[in-house]
């Protein structure tokens, strides 16, 4: 089964314009969300520990600190997965239902 997909023509000059706004919004948020990862990551070395955990040693509170910011990285493609197909679903279901 082969797909069509038609383009609209775009100038060679706003052809640039959109790859440099696209290149543009992609770097912008790739930087916020590593700079988020690294506060994050850097609060769970020095304050989630004994924050959070003030009944454990010192190296058992930084090593559960850091495994919620690891199940945090690990579960952020997965749930990003999982609201996909969920959108899916639904908008499956709903084209299914319209009359």
Request: net charge negative; aromatic share 14%.
């Amino acid at each position: 089964m082969t797909t069509l997909v038609t383009h609209a023509n775009l100038s060679e000059s706003d052809h640039s314009a959109q790859l440099r706004k696209a290149v543009i919004a992609s770097t912008i948020g790739t930087a916020i969300e590593w700079y988020d990862f690294f506060l994050y990551g850097t609060a769970a070395g020095l304050i989630f520990g004994k924050l959070y955990f003030p009944n454990e040693d010192a190296l058992t509170a930084t090593l559960a600190a850091f495994g919620t910011y690891f199940i945090g990285f690990v579960g952020r493609p997965i749930g990003a997965a999982t609201l996909t197909l969920t959108i899916r679903l639904f908008l499956c279901s709903s084209a299914s239902i319209a009359p």
